[in-house]
């Protein structure tokens, strides 16, 4: 029989906590303030209660909440202010060029970013038929990634990869490894591939995966990257946190019909010189 706290509810569980069995109360407490963040009931730049507040809160020491405020902060999720309490944390926000292919680590570097890969699992699959299509083979290895910026899960990642052409990879080579990068060093150069973007609801799999809530909109990436040559080299589908930005390089096309004046000047003035060297060829043949 539960032992009831004041107000009638069970003690073990009296403000979110079991205090009977379970993990250390910093920790249970850390889960729940992550929890507010995720599900935003706390936004970005939002204050959270003093560490008095919460001591009220959930009836426990000072040091029990300042255990769990670093465990936060730790994660990337509040950031503390001496004298000014604690804010929740702006997500890191992920930039890529849509039209660059792999060199993730580098985009992020180049705005003074750091990734960190954690390799899920890696499998001898059968992959789908668009993916056979394109690297032209059922042989493959299924490849299953996270990316994480600042702590934070960033994009998730499954890859598939011809095992004829790299028999040797596995999850311990690919931990905190760029794939692209071990292709180049077994001798295929990714030279690039199609690539399509589209919007996409998270399912709970996902949604636990990058820490966001189901039915969030995500980015999907698809595509497939091949060698100069054209062999496939892998097909993938990435899917990317709310807080990824793609930039695009857009160029604006010349109207049809529409000729500038240098352009036929130019043009006459060749076909002058290759009337003058057919003239000079017929010459040199009578």
């Known amino acids: 029989m539960s032992v009831q706290a004041t107000g009638g ?4 569980r009296s403000n979110g906590l079991n205090r009977t069995e379970g993990p250390p109360l910093h920790a249970q407490i850390r889960d729940i303030l992550h ?3 995720l599900e935003r009931p706390l936004l970005p730049g939002s204050p959270l209660p003093t560490e008095e507040e919460l001591q ?3 009836g426990v020491s000072r040091s029990v909440v300042r255990q769990a405020l670093s465990g936060l902060s730790d994660l990337g999720l509040i950031r503390r202010q001496r004298g000014r309490g604690s804010v929740v944390a702006a997500a890191p926000v992920l930039r890529r060029h849509l039209q ?13 970013q750091r990734l960190r890969t954690h390799v899920i699992s890696v499998e001898h699959a059968t992959p789908p038929e668009p993916a056979v299509e394109a690297l032209n083979t059922t042989n493959t290895w299924k490849i299953e990634r996270i990316r994480y910026l600042e702590e934070t899960p960033v994009a998730f990642m499954r890859t598939w990869v011809p095992r004829d052409l790299f028999p040797h990879f596995t999850k311990e080579l690919l931990e905190n490894a760029s794939l692209l990068g071990l292709m180049r060093e077994h001798g295929y150069h990714p030279a690039g591939g199609p690539r399509q973007v589209q919007a996409v609801a998270a399912d709970a799999d996902l949604a636990q995966k ?6 969030e909109p995500l980015l999907l990436l698809q595509g497939v990257t091949s060698d100069a040559l054209g062999h496939g080299l892998e097909w993938f589908n990435v899917w990317h946190s709310p807080n990824t930005v793609f930039d695009v390089d857009a160029q604006v096309t010349s109207q049809p019909g529409r000729v500038s004046q240098d352009h036929i000047s130019r043009l006459r003035s060749l076909t002058r010189q290759l009337e003058s060297e057919l003239a000079d060829l017929e010459r040199g043949a009578r």
């Open 9 to 12: 509810e069970p003690r073990e």
């Open 35 to 37: 929890r507010q963040i």
């Open 56 to 58: 009220k809160q959930f």
């Open 100 to 112: 660059q292919a792999g060199g993730l680590d580098e985009q992020a570097a180049a705005h003074g």
């Open 210 to 215: 990058l820490e966001s809530n189901a039915r």
